[in-house]
């Protein structure tokens, strides 16, 4: 057994040349406790914000980064009853959310800001914290979930506003929780509208299942264009991951008593609102903070059953984590960005 633990860390100060590889001690599973042999691990935007010092410029350093792992369970602490050696898992994002409403702490416990994420060869997690992966994905597809994929599920497919057949939903972009979302938009029985200024990707959409889509470039009150292919109804869901830049043309898109998650501040966090449309036509408002180990284990069945297969854009070695944040800050991706670690 190798007692070599390669992690990344961020310290001495933010942006990406204060990554460091190093070697870790070993982590040894306490009570309740098990050890994971990490096998892959996904990028999501936060990741990019928070080693930037853009999403948290207080953070306390050095810190491990990343959210998103997949991997084997390779030992297990004392008590631990719901997992086994050699079961395929992940961690869920936010530790201590196991189902219903959010603790009011789980900001304090979300991996990879305020504690240490899983960018290292092992990790150490509580066994109740811990979700067995899809049997059909393999550990770079199944590390595409316990963010972007759960949080499409917790926009789309939980409460009283739930995604049901025939309805139509409006997703921004082509990340990861944006394809996420037009795939189980799919297999739930709506039809997808998706925006990008990018005509490829918005052709790679339609590929996936989007019944049309929209280059909000070319056409900047794409709220129009959503109307007139809705017949003048509207969207019945609207993935919001642009934030305050794009929030109006969301509730000029929506239907009336419709509902818009919103996810990501990808064109800003601040800026003028008319609360008007939001009153005058029932609009639901609905933050998403990614979601619980329920939702995770909800959406894990769902892949095997309806055998949705995640979009990894590329993949990089565990040792290129700059260049793959990198190519993230590109914008050049298409779905996920997937770290492979394929030694201890």
């Not at 491990?64 to 997949?70: N, R």
């Not at 497919?157 to 938009?185: E, H, I, K």
């Not at 996936?208 to 070319?218: D, K, M, S």
């Amino acid at each position: 057994m190798t007692t070599r633990n390669r992690q990344w860390r961020l310290e001495g100060g933010f942006g990406l040349d204060h990554l460091r590889l190093i070697d870790a001690p070993m982590p040894v599973p306490g009570p309740g406790q098990v050890r994971i042999r990490v096998e892959a691990l996904s990028l999501n935007y936060r990741d990019l914000l928070i080693t930037q010092g853009q999403y948290d410029p207080r953070m306390a350093l050095p810190r491990v980064p990343l959210s998103d792992a997949a991997g084997v369970v390779d030992a297990i602490g004392p008590d631990v009853t719901r997992l086994r050696v050699g079961d395929r898992v992940s961690p869920i994002f936010a530790p201590t959310w196991h189902g219903g409403e959010p603790p009011a702490d789980v900001l304090a416990h979300a991996l990879g800001h305020r504690a240490d994420g899983v960018a290292a060869a092992f990790i150490v997690m509580p066994a109740v914290d811990v979700v067995r992966t899809p049997a059909r994905l393999d550990a770079a597809a199944a590390a595409t979930l316990p963010c972007a994929g759960v949080t499409a599920w917790h926009a789309l497919m939980t409460g009283p506003g739930a995604v049901r057949p025939g309805d139509t939903v409006v997703v921004q972009g082509t990340g990861g929780v944006s394809l996420f979302a037009l795939q189980l938009a799919r297999l739930a029985g709506a039809r997808v509208i998706a925006t990008s200024g990018d005509d490829a990707k918005l052709e790679r959409a339609l590929a996936l299942g989007a019944a049309y889509g929209i280059n909000y470039r070319t056409t900047p009150q794409w709220s129009k264009a959503v109307r007139a292919f809705t017949d003048g109804r509207g969207a019945d869901h609207v993935v919001e991951v642009g934030g305050a830049g794009t929030l109006g043309e969301s509730l000029a898109a929506v239907r009336p008593c419709g509902r818009i998650s919103v996810i990501g501040v990808l064109s800003g966090r601040q800026g003028p609102l008319d609360v008007t449309a939001i009153l005058m036509r029932n609009v639901t408002l609905q933050g998403i903070f990614v979601g619980s180990r329920a939702d995770f284990e909800d959406l894990a069945r769902a892949i095997d059953v309806g055998g949705l297969a995640p979009v990894v854009d590329r993949t990089f070695d565990f040792a290129e984590l700059p260049a793959a944040l990198a190519h993230l800050a590109s914008g050049r991706h298409f779905g996920k960005i997937v770290l492979r670690k394929d030694d201890p």
